[in-house]
């Protein structure tokens, strides 16, 4: 961890791979995962069973968990994101497990000393969490969570019984508080930015989750800057960004780090056959990539005519591109998480009350560093230990072909143009802005891959509710393996049991390793802010009119 030299607050430093080492000890029948792997260093570990209670049809379990550069301070944390799957069949077909209870530290919930536990309403998962004031690497020994298999439909014998497993995973976030900010940063005159007139560039101050009036005015008002895309509302339109749809003022969890290959293949790989189909990034459908091959540096490989195959991936702590708005919605249904919306992406970016900087980056400054194409080392096959090496590079950009690491000679020219590794721009020596982070600490939210976010330039984007997932994909015929949120964008017009099926209310913030425009990864464009694939007839996943690689990053309101 350093400070920020402008600001003063902690962020973290150096960013390592994540290899999530599981070994489980079984003290019942059943039986729990040997082994998992995830991004950026957080570890659980000696999984067991210590009690069952029948007459309250609970499991309680106990972990030790552990990540790199954490930190706790006045204003943010860190935190880590844990939930359960179960299988009681011997691990082909999985459900999302339920926590015992809810709040802080619910009976039977010991998060050990120096942490806290926190449980949604929806019981969905468990939020752990330091107390103290710290920053370094974070240890949490024995923190015990109780799995409420009754909640879940199962019996004693079921939940006891040698063929039932139990999987646990784990998401690094950061903590946004609650708090008032600047959406916009004064320069509205391009990239369709907020602001409060057509002849007023000042940002909009967002003060409360308070409906939004959204009017056509001259100055010191809501006033809405249209880019111009199919379907999006025009300038100067008059609508209501109602009371229900998160601005970001109340506090939220934001994943650390973009959603990475192993991450993706973790949860493709719980899924049965038909919804692998429907989510599978290899093929050609909505825009995949069409082979199980690397191309623009994207690992993942899947057989799709073997029902028994398991997608794998070469490189689990990349970036994960290739992703649909459908894609992305599937994973945060699943993972008990939901899409964020454009308002909180500028929260997380900016930070409470902090005054914007006109054309500034997430990480608050107007200049920026990119990463020069001889700078990954060491230069050998990338194994998720891979840095840039120079201390000041921030920002992956304008199709780099990379001439190290994977891009070297003798090494895959698919491994050249594409995604880097999450967090990689992090060092011992790095602060806010040598690190490329957020206010708060988040990873790339410029440049990489896109962040997907909920528009508010539609209306069906303005009609979501800030619903999270249940951990329960579709399953009716032929439209399998899609989030089933209704209020979410992209829920299919004709049958909402179908899911989320397209993505009409979605867009991009933050551009991507491709863009060579500087301004779109300046924190308040809004140029492809409401511009959907589907509304402007392009492909799902990529499209090379269209020029956009959509990553991952997903948010969970603060219990």
Same mark, same amino acid.
């Given at each position: 961890?350093?400070?920020?030299?402008?600001?003063?607050?902690?962020?973290?430093?150096?960013?390592?791979?994540?290899?999530?080492?599981?070994?489980?000890?079984?003290?019942?029948?059943?039986?729990?995962?040997? @082994?998992?792997?995830?991004?950026? *260093?957080?570890?659980?570990?000696?999984?067991?069973?210590?009690?069952? *209670?029948?007459? $309250?049809?609970?499991?309680?379990?106990?972990?030790?968990?552990?990540?790199? $550069?954490?930190?706790?301070?006045?204003?943010?944390?860190?935190?880590?994101?844990?939930?359960?799957?179960?299988?009681?069949?011997?691990?082909?077909?999985?459900?999302?497990?339920?926590?015992?209870?809810?709040?802080?530290?619910?009976?039977?919930?010991?998060?050990?000393? =120096?942490?806290?536990?926190?449980?949604?309403?929806?019981?969905?998962?468990?939020?752990?969490?330091?107390?103290?004031?710290?920053?370094?690497?974070?240890?949490?020994?024995?923190?015990?969570?109780?799995?409420?298999?009754?909640?879940?439909?199962?019996? &004693?014998?079921?939940?006891?019984?040698? +063929?039932?497993?139990?999987?646990?995973?784990?998401?690094?976030?950061?903590?946004?508080?609650?708090?008032?900010?600047?959406?916009?940063? =004064?320069?509205?005159?391009?990239?369709?930015?907020? @602001?409060? !007139?057509?002849?007023?560039?000042?940002?909009? #101050?967002?003060?409360?989750?308070?409906?939004?009036?959204?009017?056509?005015?001259?100055?010191?008002?809501?006033?809405?800057?249209?880019?111009?895309?199919?379907?999006?509302?025009?300038?100067?339109?008059?609508?209501?960004?109602?009371?229900?749809?998160? @601005?970001?003022?109340?506090? %939220?969890?934001?994943?650390?780090? /973009?959603?990475?290959? !192993?991450?993706?293949?973790?949860? %493709?790989?719980?899924?049965?056959?038909?919804?692998?189909?429907?989510?599978?990034?290899?093929?050609?459908?909505?825009?995949?990539?069409?082979?199980?091959?690397?191309?623009?540096?994207?690992?993942?490989?899947?057989?799709? *005519?073997?029902?028994?195959?398991?997608?794998?991936?070469?490189?689990?702590?990349?970036?994960?591109? #290739?992703?649909?708005?459908?894609?992305?919605?599937?994973?945060?249904?699943?993972? =008990?998480?939901?899409?964020?919306?454009?308002? /909180?992406?500028? @929260?997380?970016?900016?930070?409470?009350?902090?005054?914007?900087?006109? +054309?500034?980056?997430?990480?608050?400054?107007?200049?920026?560093?990119?990463?020069?194409?001889?700078?990954? %080392?060491?230069?050998?096959?990338?194994?998720?230990?891979?840095?840039?090496?120079?201390?000041?590079?921030?920002?992956?950009?304008?199709?780099?072909?990379?001439?190290?690491?994977?891009?070297?000679?003798?090494? $895959?020219?698919?491994?050249?143009?594409?995604?880097?590794?999450?967090?990689?721009?992090?060092?011992?020596?790095?602060?806010?802005?040598?690190?490329?982070?957020?206010?708060?600490?988040?990873?790339?939210?410029? !440049?990489?891959? *896109?962040?997907?976010?909920?528009?508010?330039?539609?209306?069906?984007?303005?009609? %979501?509710?800030?619903?999270?997932?249940?951990?329960?994909?579709?399953?009716?015929? $032929?439209?399998?393996?899609?989030?089933?949120?209704? &209020?979410?964008?992209?829920?299919?017009?004709?049958?909402?049991?179908?899911?989320?099926?397209?993505?009409?209310?979605?867009? #991009?913030? !933050?551009?991507?390793?491709?863009?060579?425009?500087?301004?779109?990864?300046?924190?308040?464009?809004?140029?492809?802010?409401?511009?959907?694939?589907?509304?402007?007839?392009?492909?799902?996943?990529?499209?090379?009119?269209?020029?956009?690689?959509?990553? =991952?990053?997903?948010?969970?309101?603060?219990?």
């Amino acid at each position: 961890m350093s400070a920020d030299g402008e600001s003063g607050r902690l962020i973290p430093t150096k960013v390592m791979m994540n290899y999530l080492k599981i070994f489980l000890v079984a003290g019942i029948a059943f039986s729990l995962s040997a @082994k998992a792997v995830d991004a950026n *260093n957080l570890q659980i570990e000696d999984l067991e069973v210590t009690s069952m *209670n029948s007459a $309250n049809n609970v499991i309680a379990m106990q972990a030790d968990f552990s990540w790199s $550069n954490g930190w706790k301070s006045v204003e943010s944390n860190d935190a880590v994101w844990a939930f359960i799957k179960f299988s009681t069949d011997g691990g082909t077909t999985w459900k999302h497990g339920s926590m015992a209870g809810s709040g802080l530290n619910p009976a039977g919930f010991d998060p050990t000393s =120096g942490f806290q536990v926190l449980v949604p309403q929806d019981e969905r998962g468990f939020f752990l969490e330091q107390t103290n004031f710290a920053t370094g690497n974070v240890e949490a020994t024995n923190v015990t969570f109780v799995w409420d298999y009754g909640q879940d439909g199962l019996t &004693d014998d079921q939940a006891g019984a040698a +063929n039932t497993v139990v999987k646990i995973f784990g998401v690094e976030m950061v903590k946004i508080p609650e708090g008032s900010f600047y959406a916009g940063d =004064g320069n509205s005159s391009s990239d369709y930015r907020f @602001k409060q !007139g057509s002849g007023d560039n000042e940002a909009w #101050y967002i003060q409360s989750e308070n409906a939004i009036n959204v009017i056509n005015t001259v100055s010191d008002g809501f006033y809405y800057q249209s880019s111009g895309a199919t379907g999006e509302d025009s300038s100067g339109s008059t609508f209501l960004i109602p009371s229900s749809f998160p @601005k970001g003022y109340s506090g %939220f969890y934001m994943m650390k780090y /973009e959603l990475t290959e !192993g991450q993706w293949v973790r949860f %493709f790989n719980t899924l049965t056959y038909e919804q692998k189909l429907t989510r599978d990034i290899t093929s050609s459908l909505q825009g995949g990539k069409n082979t199980d091959g690397i191309v623009n540096r994207n690992t993942i490989a899947w057989d799709s *005519n073997d029902e028994r195959a398991v997608a794998t991936t070469l490189r689990p702590d990349r970036a994960m591109s #290739y992703l649909s708005w459908p894609d992305l919605a599937a994973y945060a249904d699943w993972a =008990g998480l939901r899409p964020m919306t454009e308002l /909180e992406y500028e @929260k997380a970016a900016r930070g409470t009350d902090i005054q914007p900087v006109p +054309n500034e980056y997430a990480w608050g400054k107007t200049t920026m560093n990119e990463a020069q194409a001889s700078e990954i %080392f060491p230069d050998a096959d990338e194994n998720g230990g891979e840095q840039i090496f120079d201390g000041s590079a921030n920002i992956n950009r304008n199709s780099l072909s990379w001439s190290s690491g994977d891009g070297r000679v003798g090494g $895959n020219a698919d491994g050249q143009k594409g995604a880097i590794r999450a967090g990689i721009f992090a060092e011992e020596t790095t602060n806010r802005a040598t690190s490329g982070a957020g206010y708060y600490g988040n990873m790339e939210l410029s !440049g990489n891959l *896109n962040e997907m976010v909920v528009t508010v330039g539609r209306s069906q984007g303005r009609q %979501f509710l800030g619903t999270h997932g249940d951990g329960t994909l579709s399953v009716l015929n $032929n439209f399998e393996g899609n989030a089933t949120n209704t &209020d979410w964008p992209g829920i299919n017009a004709v049958d909402a049991a179908r899911g989320v099926t397209g993505t009409v209310g979605s867009g #991009y913030r !933050g551009g991507d390793f491709q863009s060579s425009n500087v301004r779109a990864f300046q924190t308040s464009s809004r140029t492809h802010a409401a511009q959907d694939p589907d509304s402007e007839g392009y492909s799902q996943r990529y499209d090379s009119s269209l020029g956009i690689f959509g990553g =991952g990053r997903l948010v969970r309101t603060a219990p």
